[in-house]
């Protein structure tokens, strides 16, 4: 079975300060991977995703990911945060056989403070 | 071209009623899901669909049915609500062939059901 971590709750960094938000996964074979954001009373957003190629994935808003296959690792990153990007961040994984439906992570929610 | 539309957004339930949540698409999106969303736990699917006509479970499937008799619309029913179906329920939608863009989830607002 695939699952999804995410370590933290919460992460707060002022505005300007670079971000992380950490993720790691277990599936078998290679995975597929998913970054989706949800602001208040809304549904989830797709921000970026790692199918194959490089490790360092761009999306949307300016955020980034690192695939990491040693480490089982998808952090999401942005240089320099903003206000507006305090939401709820979810992690996902789909394997690449089988079911097409995504295991979510439980969330993180980032808190950036002005 | 609306994405993923779902009614009614919001609504109260007295335990052992029943209703029924609309899902629609306009993307002609071949696989669609139910998931629910809980404080906590992410998301869970509860039911999916991979084309008009099938339905298949995902890992949280008691107390729902579905059905896709349209290409374009996934309805999850509950018979009997409880109040532990209380929670957020997401509709998605996503293509199937397997090119770059397929396997993005596209998700609908969202249905605040509440079971008293």
């Known amino acids: 079975a695939q699952s999804v971590a995410q370590p933290e709750d919460q992460v707060n960094v002022a505005e300007g300060n670079p971000l992380t938000v950490k993720c790691t996964y277990s599936?078998?074979?290679?995975?597929?991977l998913f970054w989706y954001v949800q602001y208040p009373n809304r549904g989830l957003q797709f921000l970026l995703k790692y199918i194959t190629g490089d490790n360092l994935v761009k999306g949307s808003y300016g955020f980034e990911a690192e695939f990491n296959k040693s480490q089982t690792s998808f952090h999401l990153k942005k240089p320099s945060a903003l206000v507006s990007d305090s939401a709820l961040y979810f992690c996902?994984?789909?394997?690449?056989?089988?079911?097409?439906?995504?295991?979510f992570g439980s969330g993180t929610r980032l808190q950036v403070q002005p | 071209n609306a994405g993923v539309t779902q009614t009614p957004k919001f609504r109260v339930l007295k335990t052992g009623q029943s209703m029924t949540l609309l899902c629609a698409q306009d993307m002609n999106h071949e696989y669609m899901y139910w998931y629910r969303q809980d404080p906590g736990m992410g998301l869970r699917l509860i039911h999916y669909s991979v084309g008009e006509g099938t339905t298949a479970k995902g890992e949280v499937p008691d107390g729902y049915n579905v059905s896709r008799l349209k290409k374009q619309n996934f309805l999850l029913g509950l018979e009997s609500a409880a109040p532990s179906q209380t929670s957020v329920y997401f509709c998605?939608?996503?293509?199937?062939?397997?090119?770059?863009?397929?396997?993005?989830?596209?998700f609908g607002p969202g249905t605040r059901l509440t079971v008293t």
């Open positions: 996902a994984v789909r394997a690449l056989a089988g079911r097409r439906a995504l295991t």
């Open positions: 998605a939608s996503s293509y199937a062939s397997g090119t770059a863009t397929s396997y993005e989830q596209y």
């Open positions: 599936v078998s074979g290679n995975p597929y």
